[in-house]
């Protein structure tokens, strides 16, 4: 049985975003085992961290890792990962059964009900009115904090590309996109319309030297704050 290694993550940012406070330690937001596609399992502890200025806007909001928020997907023990790696097979008409037995070969450990329950839920997202969300969140984060800041994350497996879009205040999911691998066209047009808004201050995202950061770059084309996520 393989050992189970602890990875404790802080937020990327060391000041508060709106007010330029010091953030301080408030309570671990999530502590839970995920199964990753290779096999292994890791203990993830995303810590959560708030302003200390009580008369901040943003004073009631507790900043994450948006690392660990990407390992570790609310509701999940599954990287993001296998779950891509699900969705994929299940469109390509693959049974529960032979997800299953896709996975074990890979040391995962997961039940049929969890692959429908899993599948549902993430056809659910990309079916999901982005537009709209985009309009809700952006609002919001604008209104409430003058800014908007996103976490941009994208992974390639079995021939496709995940592309998924979540808002860095409170980590809510505004969009969740499947594109074939080599679509990097289609990939620029969905990108367009989350980056072009220019209220947006922050991104966290891959690291440069990705591809997908490439795109990314020259899709935003202009001055951004960027934040990257750290390699597992």
């Given at each position: 049985?393989?050992?189970?290694?602890?990875?404790?993550?802080?937020?990327?940012?060391?000041?508060?975003?709106?007010?330029?406070?010091?953030?301080?330690?408030?309570?671990?937001?999530?502590?839970?085992?995920?199964?990753?596609?290779?096999?292994?399992?890791?203990?993830?502890?995303?810590?959560?961290?708030?302003?200390?200025?009580?008369?901040?806007?943003a004073?009631?909001?507790?900043?994450?890792?948006?690392?660990?928020?990407?390992?570790?997907?609310?509701?999940?023990t599954?990287?993001?990962?296998?779950?891509?790696?699900?969705?994929?097979?299940?469109?390509?008409?693959?049974?529960?059964?032979?997800?299953?037995?896709?996975?074990?070969?890979?040391g995962?450990?997961?039940?049929?009900?969890?692959?429908?329950?899993?599948?549902?839920?993430?056809?659910?997202?990309?079916?999901?009115?982005?537009?709209?969300?985009i309009?809700?969140?952006?609002?919001?984060?604008?209104?409430?904090?003058?800014?908007?800041?996103?976490?941009?994350?994208?992974?390639?497996?079995?021939?496709?590309?995940?592309v998924?879009?979540?808002?860095?205040?409170?980590?809510?999911?505004?969009?969740?996109?499947?594109?074939?691998?080599e679509?990097?066209?289609?990939?620029?047009?969905?990108?367009?319309?989350?980056?072009?808004?220019?209220?947006?201050?922050?991104?966290t995202?891959?690291?440069?030297?990705?591809?997908?950061?490439?795109?990314?770059?020259?899709?935003?084309?202009?001055?951004?704050?960027?934040?990257?996520?750290?390699?597992?």
């Amino acid at each position: 049985m393989n050992n189970i290694v602890t990875k404790v993550y802080k937020p990327e940012i060391e000041k508060c975003p709106i007010c330029g406070s010091k953030l301080a330690y408030r309570y671990t937001v999530s502590n839970k085992i995920i199964q990753f596609s290779s096999g292994n399992k890791s203990r993830i502890k995303n810590l959560g961290y708030s302003c200390v200025n009580q008369d901040c806007p943003a004073s009631d909001v507790i900043f994450t890792s948006q690392t660990a928020s990407k390992f570790c997907i609310k509701g999940y023990t599954y990287s993001a990962k296998v779950i891509a790696l699900i969705t994929i097979l299940k469109n390509e008409g693959y049974s529960r059964e032979k997800i299953c037995a896709e996975l074990a070969l890979l040391g995962v450990e997961i039940s049929d009900r969890n692959i429908d329950n899993i599948y549902e839920r993430e056809k659910a997202l990309l079916s999901a009115d982005y537009k709209k969300n985009i309009e809700t969140e952006y609002e919001f984060m604008a209104n409430h904090y003058g800014q908007i800041r996103l976490s941009i994350d994208s992974l390639t497996i079995n021939g496709k590309r995940v592309v998924s879009i979540r808002e860095s205040f409170h980590n809510h999911q505004i969009g969740l996109h499947l594109f074939d691998e080599e679509d990097t066209e289609s990939v620029k047009k969905i990108l367009h319309e989350y980056v072009d808004d220019k209220r947006i201050t922050c991104i966290t995202t891959v690291r440069k030297m990705t591809d997908f950061f490439k795109i990314l770059d020259k899709v935003v084309n202009r001055d951004m704050e960027y934040h990257h996520f750290i390699k597992y």
